[in-house]
C-alpha cells in the first residue's frame, strides 16, 4: 500500500488523529457559549499556536482582513454608545463588539478546524476507503508537478495523465501511517480541554468593551 | 486454483468509481497548485479545482459527478484542515449548486454549449449561493454592497476555467480516451 507523509509535529507525534479531532468537538461547546471577548480572543489565539504546532502555515493578513472586514460591516449598523464619529460614519461600542465577537470567533473556528482535522483522520465506510484512493492519486499527481511546463502545458498535463491513470488499471487505497495516543498527548489534551471549559464558568474581573 | 468471476457492470461500476478516485486527486493536485497564483482580493479563488468536474461532465452519469464534488470536498477539507470550519460549508454549498447548475445547463442545451458556458453559469452559481451565506452568516446585509466585485471576479475566474477546460477538451488525447471509454454508457 502506499504511504502518504505526514507532518512530524508533538500532536501528530503524541495524539491519535481521532483522539484530537474528539478533544476539539469537546473545546466546541466552551467556546461557543464564552462571552467574555478578552477570553474568546485568548482561545482564538491558542487554536492559532496549535494550528502551527501541527504544521499548518496560517496567513495572517488573510484572517486580520477577515475579522477587520466583519467588524467594519457590523458597524455600520450602529446601537449602543457613540464611540467615534467621522462624517456620516459613526461607530457605537454595542456594533463593536458584535462584530468583533462574530469575526473573531468565525476565524477561531477555522483555527480549531485547522488544528484538529489532520489527513490521517480516518472517514468510516466505503466513502472513507475511497478517499484513500483519492490521496494516494494526489499523492502521484503532486510526485509528477514537475513535469508541467507552462508552454506546453496541455501535452505535459496529457503526459502525466497517460503516466499515472490508464482504465482498468486498479490501486490499492493509500494510506497515512496514524499515531497512538501518548500519556503526553492524553495529558495534553486534558489540559486543553480543561482550561477552556475552566473559562466558561469562571468569570475574570476584565472586560474588553 | 479457482477464479472469482466478477459480473461486468459490477467491474464496469468499480473502474468508474476508480476513475472518480482519480478525478477527485486531480481536483487536490489543482486546488494546491491555485495558491501559486495572486489573488486579487483576500477572499478570492480561481476555481480550478473545478477543472476535473467540468471535463467530467460530458462522460460521467450525474450521480458519479455528485460523488465527484462530495470526494473532492471532503478531501480539501482534510487536506487544509478547514473540515470542521465554515470554509467547509461554504465549499460543499458552492460546490453542489454550482454543480446541479453546471448539469443542467448541460441537459438544457446539449451540444449547443460549450465548456465556457457551463463554468460560467457553474461560477455565477456558486458566487451567488457563497455571497448569500457570507451576508446571512458572516458579514451582515450591509455586505451587499461588496456583491458586484466579487460577481465580476467570480465570473472572471469561470471565463478562465471554461476556456481552459475547452482547450483541454479539444486537444487532449488522454481525455479522448477516456471520454470512448466511460462515455459509452454515461447514462447508468
Known amino acids: 500500500m502506499a504511504k502518504i507523509r505526514k507532518t512530524d509535529s508533538f500532536l501528530s507525534r503524541n495524539i491519535a488523529a481521532v483522539h484530537l479531532f474528539a478533544g476539539a468537538t469537546l473545546i466546541l461547546p466552551a467556546y461557543l457559549f464564552q462571552q467574555n471577548l478578552l477570553v474568546r480572543i485568548a482561545q482564538v489565539l491558542l487554536f492559532a499556536w496549535l494550528a502551527t504546532v501541527n504544521g499548518k502555515r496560517i496567513k495572517w493578513n488573510y484572517f486580520v482582513i477577515m475579522v477587520t472586514s466583519i467588524t467594519f460591516f457590523h458597524t455600520l449598523n450602529p446601537f449602543g454608545e457613540v464611540l467615534l464619529s467621522i462624517g456620516p460614519y459613526t461607530m457605537t461600542r454595542g456594533a463593536l463588539r458584535g462584530g468583533l465577537f462574530r469575526g473573531v470567533t468565525i476565524v477561531g473556528l477555522v483555527f480549531l478546524s485547522l488544528f484538529s482535522i489532520r489527513p490521517d483522520l480516518k472517514l468510516p465506510g466505503k466513502l472513507g476507503g475511497l478517499l484513500g484512493q483519492v490521496f494516494y492519486y494526489f499523492e502521484r499527481v503532486f510526485e509528477g508537478k514537475k513535469k508541467i511546463r507552462v508552454k506546453a502545458i496541455i501535452e505535459s498535463l496529457d503526459e502525466i495523465l497517460w503516466d499515472l491513470f490508464i482504465p482498468g488499471e486498479t490501486v490499492e487505497p493509500a494510506y497515512i501511517e496514524g499515531s497512538q495516543t501518548t500519556v503526553r498527548g492524553w495529558l495534553f489534551l486534558f489540559v486543553l480541554v480543561g482550561t477552556n471549559w475552566f473559562f466558561l464558568f469562571y468569570r475574570i474581573p476584565f472586560v474588553l468593551l | ?188
Request: hydrophobic share 50%; charged share 10%; aromatic share 14%.
Open chain 2, 1 to 188: 486454483m479457482s477464479t472469482v468471476q466478477v459480473a461486468p457492470d459490477v467491474r464496469s461500476r468499480y473502474e468508474k468509481l476508480e476513475f472518480v478516485a482519480f478525478l477527485a486527486g486531480l481536483c487536490l493536485f489543482f486546488s494546491t497548485i491555485e495558491y501559486l497564483f495572486p489573488k486579487p482580493l483576500p477572499f478570492f479563488r480561481l476555481g480550478l479545482a473545478n477543472l476535473p468536474i467540468l471535463i467530467s461532465l460530458e462522460f460521467l452519469s450525474p450521480g458519479y459527478v455528485f460523488l465527484l464534488v462530495l470526494l473532492k470536498v471532503l478531501g480539501q477539507g482534510l487536506v487544509n484542515g478547514t473540515l470542521a470550519s465554515y470554509v467547509f460549508l461554504f465549499s460543499l454549498a458552492g460546490s453542489f449548486s454550482s454543480v446541479i447548475v453546471m448539469l443542467s445547463a448541460r441537459k438544457l442545451f446539449g451540444r449547443h454549449i460549450s465548456l465556457v458556458g457551463i463554468s460560467l453559469f457553474g461560477a455565477i452559481a456558486s458566487n451567488i449561493v457563497q455571497i448569500f451565506l457570507s451576508v446571512n452568516f458572516i458579514f451582515g446585509l450591509t455586505a451587499w454592497v461588496i456583491a458586484p466585485i466579487f460577481m465580476t471576479l467570480g465570473t472572471g475566474s469561470g471565463l478562465f476555467v471554461g476556456l481552459f477546460a475547452e482547450k483541454f477538451r479539444t486537444q487532449s488525447r488522454w481525455l479522448d480516451t477516456m471520454r470512448q471509454h466511460y462515455g459509452k454508457d454515461s447514462q447508468d
